[in-house]
């Protein structure tokens, strides 16, 4: 008997998946197990494994497809099997009607109808109706481009981006900023780039953190004297008993994981009518890859010392650049850390990453002149900023983290 390939459901809230390429070819011969092709979900990208051994065919996806999950895209056959008739499915609001075949009008009439749930609400998905109430947005408002109709998560932000609309012709253009630009004549277009895939996810998470959290930023400048020399004298031996290269995002990561539980608002997450501060820090720690950002998580990263922070930082930067992270290496962080200092960035305002209720932004490492009695002298000094969720977080609040974290740094050697 065939065997579907569908697109599997990788965590709770997955509607969709970005389909990126197969592994396989039409007609290959495969085992159980294989990885047979990738997806990419709204955290990486996933190599999906074949459920039968028999030989893979009607293979119907093509790279960048959005699929539902659970959609079949192919079938796995015994040797000589033929693909099974493909049918179209009845939505659910019409299984008990009679065993007449509908035309292609009134599936289409179906498919509107089973919009709503047969009550008059209309159907969405948790998340959807979530993000819906934040922004004020009435789903009714909304076509929904997910099975049966379904008002997803996308449908809700792409309403929300639309301009308003108004009687006073000047205050809402016709034209979108992109399409005044497009039609300048003397506007040369080198190419044309497809916005899906990671590019596309990326956007929608922080559009989504940019129209729901209000963001506060604050920063201060670190002598990072101490900390280099730390970094001095430990590098040699640590590199000996791990292999791995001390950083200063890890000495960063270490005191960040120690100065957190002592500040659990910036530890937290707003759900709903409740704050859920959590008790452990999972750390994110953003990454460049070629595409695009990836966030692999450092689990329970308060009670993990220097050694093993060095460790488990590197493992998950090498499979972060490699597309090897695993669904749960890179969900369920509670803070991230994002470094731009090695890139010759100085300072700068990162958007905080959903759901979490802050970010730090981390800036290069300048010698800087400082006051030192009734001289200067140049000090090596750092820029740290943090933007928080100010919902549920206040200045001061901000404040205190960041003179923690000063002072840990500028005194690092309960680190070790």
Same mark, same amino acid.
């Given at each position: 008997?065939?065997?579907?390939?569908?697109?599997?459901?990788?965590?709770?809230?997955?509607?969709?998946?970005?389909?990126?390429?197969?592994?396989?070819?039409?007609?290959?011969?495969?085992?159980?197990?294989?990885?047979?092709?990738?997806?990419?979900?709204?955290?990486?990208?996933?190599?999906?494994?074949?459920?039968?051994?028999?030989?893979?065919?009607?293979?119907?996806?093509?790279?960048?497809?959005?699929?539902?999950?659970?959609?079949?895209?192919?079938?796995?056959?015994?040797?000589?099997?033929?693909?099974?008739?493909?049918?179209?499915?009845?939505?659910?609001?019409?299984?008990?009607?009679?065993?007449?075949?509908?035309?292609?009008?009134?599936?289409?009439?179906?498919?509107?109808?089973?919009?709503?749930?047969?009550?008059?609400?209309?159907?969405?998905? $948790?998340?959807?109706?979530? *993000?819906? @109430?934040? +922004?004020?947005? !009435?789903?009714?408002? =909304?076509?929904?481009?997910?099975? &049966? %109709?379904?008002?997803?998560?996308?449908?809700?932000?792409?309403?929300?981006?639309?301009?308003?609309?108004?009687?006073?012709?000047?205050?809402?253009?016709?034209?979108?900023?992109?399409?005044?630009?497009?039609?300048?004549?003397?506007?040369?277009?080198?190419?044309?780039?497809?916005?899906?895939?990671?590019?596309?996810?990326?956007?929608?998470?922080?559009?989504?953190?940019?129209?729901?959290?209000?963001?506060?930023?604050?920063?201060?400048?670190?002598?990072?004297?101490?900390?280099?020399?730390?970094?001095?004298?430990?590098?040699?031996?640590?590199?000996?008993?791990?292999?791995?290269?001390?950083?200063?995002?890890?000495?960063?990561?270490?005191?960040?994981?120690?100065?957190? $539980?002592?500040?659990?608002? *910036?530890? @937290?997450? +707003?759900?709903? !009518?409740?704050?859920? =501060?959590?008790?452990?820090?999972? &750390? %994110?720690?953003?990454?460049?890859?070629?595409d695009g950002l990836i966030v692999p998580v450092i689990r329970e990263a308060q009670n993990r010392n220097l050694e093993q922070i060095t460790v488990a930082m590197s493992d998950l930067m090498e499979r972060a650049r490699n597309r090897r992270l695993t669904p749960a290496e890179t969900m369920g962080s509670t803070f991230t850390i994002s470094n731009l200092g090695m890139f010759g960035i100085e300072s700068f305002t990162a958007i905080i990453n959903p759901p979490e209720s802050a970010i730090l932004a981390v800036g290069k490492i300048v010698d800087t002149p400082v006051k030192s009695g009734d001289s200067f002298v140049f000090r090596p000094m750092m820029q740290l900023s943090a933007c928080a969720d100010h919902r549920i977080i206040?200045?001061?609040?901000?404040?205190?983290?960041?003179?923690? +974290?000063?002072?840990?740094?500028?005194?690092?050697?309960?680190?070790?």
């Amino acid at each position: 008997m065939a065997t579907e390939v569908i697109v599997p459901k990788v965590d709770m809230v997955m509607e969709t998946g970005t389909f990126i390429e197969w592994l396989k070819k039409e007609g290959d011969t495969v085992e159980k197990g294989d990885a047979l092709f990738v997806i990419l979900t709204d955290k990486t990208n996933i190599e999906c494994e074949a459920p039968a051994s028999g030989v893979l065919s009607g293979l119907n996806a093509k790279p960048n497809d959005v699929i539902p999950v659970a959609q079949v895209i192919a079938y796995i056959l015994a040797p000589g099997e033929a693909l099974p008739t493909q049918k179209i499915a009845q939505p659910k609001a019409v299984a008990q009607q009679s065993q007449v075949t509908l035309s292609v009008e009134k599936v289409a009439e179906t498919v509107h109808a089973a919009a709503g749930n047969g009550n008059g609400k209309v159907r969405a998905t $948790p998340v959807a109706r979530r *993000l819906a @109430a934040e +922004l004020g947005v !009435d789903l009714e408002q =909304l076509s929904g481009r997910g099975p &049966l %109709g379904r008002i997803q998560k996308a449908d809700v932000l792409e309403f929300k981006q639309q301009p308003l609309k108004t009687e006073t012709p000047v205050l809402a253009p016709s034209a979108s900023v992109a399409q005044i630009r497009l039609s300048l004549p003397d506007a040369r277009q080198k190419k044309a780039v497809p916005f899906t895939g990671v590019r596309k996810i990326i956007a929608e998470r922080m559009a989504y953190s940019a129209f729901t959290a209000p963001h506060i930023m604050l920063s201060l400048h670190v002598d990072m004297t101490e900390a280099i020399r730390l970094r001095e004298r430990v590098l040699e031996p640590l590199k000996a008993r791990t292999g791995q290269k001390l950083s200063f995002t890890t000495i960063l990561a270490r005191a960040v994981a120690t100065a957190l $539980p002592h500040h659990p608002f *910036l530890n @937290a997450s +707003l759900d709903g !009518d409740k704050i859920i =501060l959590w008790e452990d820090v999972h &750390l %994110g720690i953003a990454t460049s890859v070629d595409d695009g950002l990836i966030v692999p998580v450092i689990r329970e990263a308060q009670n993990r010392n220097l050694e093993q922070i060095t460790v488990a930082m590197s493992d998950l930067m090498e499979r972060a650049r490699n597309r090897r992270l695993t669904p749960a290496e890179t969900m369920g962080s509670t803070f991230t850390i994002s470094n731009l200092g090695m890139f010759g960035i100085e300072s700068f305002t990162a958007i905080i990453n959903p759901p979490e209720s802050a970010i730090l932004a981390v800036g290069k490492i300048v010698d800087t002149p400082v006051k030192s009695g009734d001289s200067f002298v140049f000090r090596p000094m750092m820029q740290l900023s943090a933007c928080a969720d100010h919902r549920i977080i206040d200045g001061v609040a901000v404040a205190r983290f960041l003179d923690e +974290l000063k002072s840990t740094l500028e005194n690092p050697y309960l680190l070790i």
